[in-house]
């Protein structure tokens, strides 16, 4: 839903389209569902993207998420409730989300690639750079969140 602003998807499928084969290869890669939602909603928050944290902390509550997860999520390093690999998941998700501090820094890619490996490496990458891009479309054109009485 957009409040007054344009709607790319209609004026512009062909280049907003693109993001849908890209995010469907990525549910289709090494990550799982879980995975690629709080690499989603981590982002999302670092970015202020309202409505990508509600859809996608609305789908992982529907995928089996645990609320208390999806709200430790902005202090994942202080908090005892994520796996080794969801942390340099998260820990990726920041550098690339905030890509203008230092970007990928070469420590986190290099325990990445001993923790992930590179397949999933590169799917994170392309996860992160997606949901960026997201952010970005609905940030700019004032996507806001849906309400709903469930």
Same mark, same amino acid.
């Given at each position: ?6 709607? *790319? +998807? #209609?004026?512009?499928? /062909?280049? &907003?389209?693109? @993001?849908?084969?890209? &995010?469907? !290869? *990525?549910?289709?890669?090494?990550? =799982? ?13 670092? !970015? /202020? ?18 609320? &208390?997860?999806?709200? %430790? ?16 998941? @998260? ?13 990928? =820094?070469?420590?986190? &890619?290099?325990? %990445?690639?001993?923790?992930? /490996?590179?397949? #999933?490496? %590169?799917?994170? *990458?392309?996860? *992160?750079?997606?949901? !960026? +891009?997201?952010?970005?479309? /609905?940030? %700019?054109? =004032?996507?806001?969140?849906?309400? +709903?009485? +469930?």
């Amino acid at each position: 839903m957009t409040t007054g602003r344009i709607d *790319i +998807s #209609k004026i512009n499928p /062909g280049a &907003y389209n693109p @993001l849908f084969t890209l &995010y469907n !290869n *990525i549910k289709k890669s090494s990550l =799982s569902d879980l995975e690629f939602l709080l690499i989603e909603i981590r982002a999302s928050q670092i !970015n /202020g993207c309202a409505y990508c944290i509600q859809i996608h902390s609305k789908e992982a509550i529907e995928k089996g998420e645990k609320q &208390y997860r999806i709200h %430790a999520l902005s202090t994942w390093r202080e908090s005892p409730f994520f796996t080794t690999e969801e942390q340099i998941l @998260l820990e990726m998700t920041e550098e690339i989300t905030n890509i203008a501090d230092k970007g990928l =820094s070469e420590c986190v &890619y290099q325990k %990445a690639i001993e923790i992930l /490996g590179q397949e #999933k490496v %590169a799917d994170t *990458i392309m996860a *992160i750079c997606c949901i !960026n +891009s997201w952010n970005r479309i /609905g940030i %700019a054109t =004032s996507m806001t969140p849906i309400t +709903s009485k +469930s």
